[in-house]
């Protein structure tokens, strides 16, 4: 239970972790939606804020059931999940926590690139279920000498790119927009999946890059590619993925996020041609505390001067 707050009752969003709930309570009262009204709860007008987090998402409805939101502040990089323009409409504030989730998300990239390449899941397990004397496991394939495609070279891209090139791989980007640096720029993603052998998904999710990567783009990757997500599952059609593991239309993929999460009943669970994880890319103690501490600011500083640290543009 948290001691009262000088600022207004914030509505939770989402289930966080307890170390960062434990840090939201000692400067926030929280509400869960269905508490409010309740006695000794506050009341839907008396909500000023909302705190979630980036794998949530916030309705127009939820928005319209608030008449005294004035912010919403996410811990995440990502704020596909908050419908923006309408909250903007309405004089909210949408704040995320950017830069801090770099180096673990980008960690996490490449650890589920080698992990794919090496079948470490698979060679753990192979251990494990004593098959090590019968058979020998079978041949990976080397991250050196590769050409790698980075899909969105924002903040996280350059720090996942920092990490492979001592790999001795090769670097390629797609994006928006061409950038100040070395390496080479491709203005249609086809193209750049026919050129590399792996490609890395690390750009925002939401309408501009939903199902970016489809069945054509698998097709120019080829037999001998490898995909990576640690963006965002929409980014990804994933029926058209299904088939091109299934079909060997793509050697392999590693998969930190989906179309829906929790991940149900899915081809992906049942193919060995792929790593998957529960959308941990940021999911680290250091990690999650320092966006926790950014989201909390965000919320400090808006309430008593009006401005957030890191208001989404
Ligand atoms: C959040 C995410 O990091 O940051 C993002 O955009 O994809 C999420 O993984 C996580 O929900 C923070 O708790």
Excluded at 10 to 36: I, N, R
Excluded at 126 to 155: C, D
């Amino acid at each position: 239970m948290s001691a009262p707050s000088r600022f207004p009752p914030l509505l939770k969003v989402g289930v966080f972790p307890e170390p960062v709930e434990l840090a939201l309570l000692e400067t926030f009262t929280l509400a869960e939606f269905d508490d409010l009204g309740r006695e000794g709860k506050p009341r839907h007008d008396e909500i000023a804020g909302i705190v979630t987090r980036s794998n949530y998402r916030i309705s127009r409805e939820l928005i319209d059931q608030l008449p005294g939101l004035r912010i919403i502040s996410t811990n995440g990089v990502g704020y596909d999940g908050i419908p923006l323009d309408y909250a903007r409409q309405k004089g909210i504030v949408v704040t995320n926590t950017p830069e801090v989730l770099n180096e673990a998300v980008a960690e996490m990239a490449v650890g589920l690139l080698l992990a794919l390449l090496r079948h470490i899941p698979g060679a753990d397990a192979f251990v494990r279920e004593g098959a090590w004397p019968a058979m020998s496991f079978p041949l990976g394939t080397t991250l050196a000498g590769k050409k790698v495609g980075i899909v969105g070279l924002g903040r996280i891209g350059k720090e996942i790119v920092k990490r492979l090139l001592p790999f001795r791989v090769d670097v390629a980007y797609f994006g928006r927009s061409r950038q100040d640096v070395e390496w080479a720029y491709f203005d249609d993603i086809n193209p750049l999946a026919a050129y590399v052998d792996i490609l890395v998904l690390c750009c925002p999710g939401g309408p501009e890059t939903r199902g970016l990567i489809d069945a054509r783009v698998l097709q120019s990757l080829g037999p001998k590619g490898f995909l990576v997500n640690v963006a965002r599952g929409s980014v990804v059609n994933e029926p058209d993925l299904c088939r091109a593991l299934i079909d060997k239309t793509i050697a392999g993929a590693a998969l930190d996020v989906f179309n829906r999460e929790p991940l149900d009943a899915s081809p992906l669970r049942d193919l060995d041609n792929v790593v998957l994880a529960p959308h941990i890319g940021s999911a680290t103690h250091e990690t999650r505390m320092r966006m926790a501490a950014l989201a909390i600011r965000n919320l400090c500083d808006f309430f008593d001067t009006g401005r957030a640290v890191t208001a989404v543009a």
